[in-house]
């Protein structure tokens, strides 16, 4: 004979292990990062943070990644960090509009500006995913081009999605900090 509280004992723990595994790999696909390990980084340079090239839909989202960069890194030791202001050369021109020569542009000021890194990269996705929860979801791939040589030494990529009650800021600032977390940054 077969007791039946056994059988729904069993089943109990079944379905427990089931969940507890759907849950385990709904955590899991919440954020995918990518990081190139460096040597350390000498806090003591000039750090120029780039014109982000902005492949989302969303308007002036490179502006928004820039911003949290920028105050990211100077929370893990680097003072001297200065955004990219255009050069103004005319003032009757229209601004530059495409992010990959605002990018180049900004590059050949950092090179004549002596700056010891510069920080660029692009925003891949920056939107709230439509649906039952529009929950957040960002994509940056972010790089540090040591401006003597000219070498990229530092890069990572990543994107995450967080749940519907969170903003879409919130869930693009945990995905920088967990980018930048590799960053060792030394007082030289």
């Known amino acids: 004979m077969i007791d039946c509280e056994k059988i729904l004992q069993f089943v109990h723990l079944r379905f427990r292990f089931f969940f507890f595994i759907i849950l385990l ?8 990062i990518d990081v190139q390990k460096s040597a350390p980084l000498s806090s003591s340079g000039r750090w120029l943070i780039l014109p ?3 492949y989302s839909q969303t308007p002036r989202a490179g502006e928004q990644v820039e911003e949290m960069l920028a105050t990211l890194l100077r929370i893990r030791g680097v003072p001297q960090i200065e955004m990219y202001q255009q050069q103004d050369e005319n003032k009757n021109s229209w601004p530059e509009l495409n992010d990959r020569k605002r990018q180049e542009d900004a590059l050949s000021l950092a090179i004549k500006d002596n700056a010891s890194y510069a920080v660029a990269g692009s925003v891949d996705e920056w939107q709230y995913k439509l649906g039952v929860g529009s929950e957040p979801a960002v994509g940056l791939t972010i790089r540090i081009i040591e401006i003597p040589s000219g070498k990229v030494i530092w890069s990572a990529s990543g994107a995450r999605s967080g749940w519907s009650t969170e903003s879409l800021s919130g869930t693009a600032q945990k995905l920088l900090r967990d980018l930048t977390s590799s ?3 030394t007082k030289l």
């Open 52 to 54: 982000f090239q902005n």
């Open 25 to 32: 790999s709904l955590l899991m696909s919440c954020s995918v």
């Open 183 to 185: 960053i060792e940054v």
